[in-house]
């Protein structure tokens, strides 16, 4: 049965309105990353997205709204580039150590690549921890994450399986640490190093001495060393 005019007109203003607000997500997102959150006004977004402010807050009724959303559109992108990578029959046929081992490599090039986005998860903590967000609100993000995280947990686990993670000789440093311990604080580690270069990697001399992409590769080093 032929589509009704009224039914496609209606799918092409909800296609439209999505394009849109997509479109004001990608130009919050350029401004916060560079700038943080606190700092840019509901009128330098609609400025960016070049549409009326009444028309943003049409689409997004606080900033904090279109904040999270794009927190969500941040990871999202991140989130594709790692599936599009560990998706593959190669990916599945490496050992959980070197799963892991990949998975590092493509967050080492992120740092370089995808300064933006870590400059960003930094702004967007620091503005939802003093906002108070609650989890609610949170949920999509907090599910979006744990997308990505799944994966360095599905090879941590795959590799005390296989026998290729079993802490060599630094397992008696934290013998009561769970396996989901040690991946979180891993990741975190990482994050707090990433944003370190991406916010200010430079401020001063000695940042300057020692490049950011090297400075990850031997956490990155460390880390595998302690695993196998």
């Known amino acids: 049965m032929p589509m009704q005019a009224a039914e496609r007109r209606k799918i092409e203003m909800e296609n439209l309105r999505n394009e849109r607000m997509r479109h004001i997500v990608e130009c919050a997102f350029g401004l916060f990353a560079e700038k943080g959150i606190e700092s840019i006004s509901m009128n330098e977004i609609a400025v960016q997205a070049e549409i009326g402010v009444a028309s943003l807050y049409r689409y997004f009724q606080t900033k904090e709204d279109l904040a999270i959303e794009a927190a ?9 580039v790692f599936s599009g990578v560990f998706s593959t ?15 590092l490599e493509v ?10 986005f870590f400059s960003f998860i930094y702004y967007f903590d620091s503005f939802i921890t ?19 995280n799944q994966l360095v947990i599905n090879a941590f686990s795959k590799g005390r399986k296989d026998g290729s993670i079993h802490l060599g000789k630094s397992g008696s440093a934290f013998p009561e640490a769970s396996d989901l311990e040690i991946c979180f604080t891993m990741m975190h580690s990482l994050f707090c190093v990433a944003q370190k270069i991406a916010i200010s990697g430079e401020m001063l001399q000695m940042d300057r001495a020692f490049e950011g992409r090297r400075q990850i590769e031997i956490l990155i080093n460390m880390m595998l060393s302690a695993l196998g």
């Open 107 to 116: 967050f080492q090039d992120a740092v370089v690549t995808q300064r933006s």
């Open 72 to 80: 969500i559109y941040a990871w999202g992108v991140e989130e594709r």
């Open 89 to 103: 029959e190669e990916y599945g046929s490496l050992s959980g150590l070197e799963q892991i081992r990949s998975l």
């Open 130 to 148: 003093k906002g108070d967000v609650g989890a609610e609100k949170l949920r999509r993000y907090d599910e979006i994450v744990n997308v990505t």
